[in-house]
């Protein structure tokens, strides 16, 4: 009977030690539910522009203690979400046949934690996308940038960056399909 219970305390024991050490981004849910539209767009690609894979850093003053991936392919991700949204706003060309071609830069994804600040907002985020519509030999690019902040009261892990590296990077998504219909 002690060693079931050792054996109980030493797993309960290892198991909240353990950290996380990549941002976990869920799948995208679509937002565009009445934003339906007579145009359809050809989604060609996505390209990952961004200088690092690394996503999360906590800082303590101007020392980097901590940085982090994501688990998820960004480029894979990013395909999923827009495929989905532009299907939900009736925008895709599921054939290929439209004469206007969509397709999305990844140029920044950015969260930084300062850990020990008093900052209200001590957690940051930017994202930065470019979306380009192709209309035969014109090309139209526009620039999303999603800065959100929070206060948030401890960091220990890659964990604690996910709720708002999830609602950023779907907040980007529906901007950029809402500023595609804006320019159709």
């Not at 767009?41 to 850093?57: C, L």
């Not at 020990?116 to 957690?123: A, H, I």
């Not at 014109?138 to 902040?149: A, C, D, E, G």
């Amino acid at each position: 009977m002690l060693r079931i219970v050792i054996g109980i305390s030493l797993v309960l024991l290892f198991s909240g030690c353990t950290k996380k050490v990549q941002v976990d981004i869920k799948p995208y849910v679509t937002m565009h539910k009445n934003a339906q539209q007579t145009t359809k767009v050809n989604f060609i690609e996505v390209n990952d522009n961004r200088e690092t894979q690394m996503v999360s850093t906590i800082l303590n003053k101007d020392e980097i203690i901590a940085k982090y991936p994501l688990s998820n392919d960004l480029k894979t991700w990013y395909k999923e979400a827009m495929i989905r949204e532009l299907k939900n706003a009736k925008l895709y060309d599921e054939k290929n046949n439209s004469y206007l071609d969509v397709s999305i830069n990844i140029k920044k994804i950015d969260a930084t934690y300062k850990k020990y600040s008093l900052d209200k907002k001590n957690m940051q985020v930017n994202i930065s996308l470019e979306l380009v519509v192709v209309k035969g030999e014109k090309i139209i690019t526009s620039n999303i940038n999603i800065n959100q902040s929070v206060y948030k009261p401890m960091i220990l892990d890659a964990e604690g960056f996910e709720s708002i590296l999830n609602e950023s990077m779907r907040d980007s998504v529906s901007n950029a399909v809402h500023i595609l219909i804006k320019k159709l």
